[in-house]
């Protein structure tokens, strides 16, 4: 398995190459956001690693531009840039995970080994059809139907729904989603769950007659079939 390091200081990026040698894994090198968005386009990669200061096109830029292009591929952030606003900012531009440098490498393994088998786990589910109320996920095709209807979803967006689907008529807390869903392990205290809940409404909901996603005041959320 082959990795894409994006990463503008030379130095830097040699050394987490040599670091993930170690590691047992290769890598290639992008040392900007535009050479790194051609490489990603002309390679297939196990885990794009990216820094966010980069130049020509930055770190959260090029990964939204993979994203929107159905682009699936684990990204993990290696960034200076430590406050919880930044960490947000990134798992919201589509990152798996996002780790402050200077990081010490046990724990860089850790997490790159959690996303990967994460990813495996995902590829060895059983990817049966998940429908509710009319409304289809299909895991393999990445397809969303409602009545016969093709709603485009953005990676974030399909996981979000995918994982409502798997548990119907189950109150799903903030806290859930967050470890579930963007693999966060800590509260940001920001509008992230909430936002791509509304995005997700507008899509799977509002233009149809009856909803399938409702809010918990207080609680969570719950996806259930029109009663």
Do not use: C
């Not at 966010?52 to 990964?63: Q, V």
């Not at 963007?182 to 205290?189: R, V």
């Not at 399938?212 to 259930?224: A, M």
């Amino acid at each position: 398995m082959k990795f894409l390091i994006v990463e503008d200081n030379k130095l830097a990026a040699e050394l987490l190459k040599e670091s993930l040698a170690t590691f047992g894994y290769e890598s290639d090198i992008a040392y900007d956001g535009e050479q790194g968005l051609e490489m990603a386009h002309s390679h297939s990669y196990g885990l794009w690693v990216i820094d966010i200061m980069l130049p020509k096109i930055n770190g959260l830029e090029l990964l939204k531009s993979l994203r929107s292009e159905g682009a699936e591929t684990p990204a993990l952030f290696l960034s200076a840039r430590g406050r919880t606003d930044d960490r947000v900012q990134g798992l919201q531009a589509g990152g798996d995970d996002y780790i402050v440098k200077p990081y010490a490498l046990p724990e860089l393994q850790a997490r790159i080994e959690a996303l990967l088998r994460r990813t495996r786990n995902v590829q060895a589910t059983p990817q049966a059809e998940l429908e509710v109320d009319g409304l289809r996920l299909d895991p393999v095709k990445r397809s969303v139907i409602r009545d016969g209807q093709i709603i485009p979803l953005h990676p974030v967006e399909f996981r979000l729904l995918e994982y409502f689907m798997r548990h119907p008529g189950q109150v799903i807390t903030r806290s859930m989603l967050l470890e579930n869903v963007w693999n966060m392990y800590f509260d940001p205290q920001t509008k992230l769950v909430e936002v791509h809940i509304s995005r997700l409404r507008t899509k799977i909901d509002k233009p149809f007659p009856n909803s399938l996603l409702h809010t918990i005041r207080g609680t969570g959320y719950i996806f259930r079939p029109h009663e």
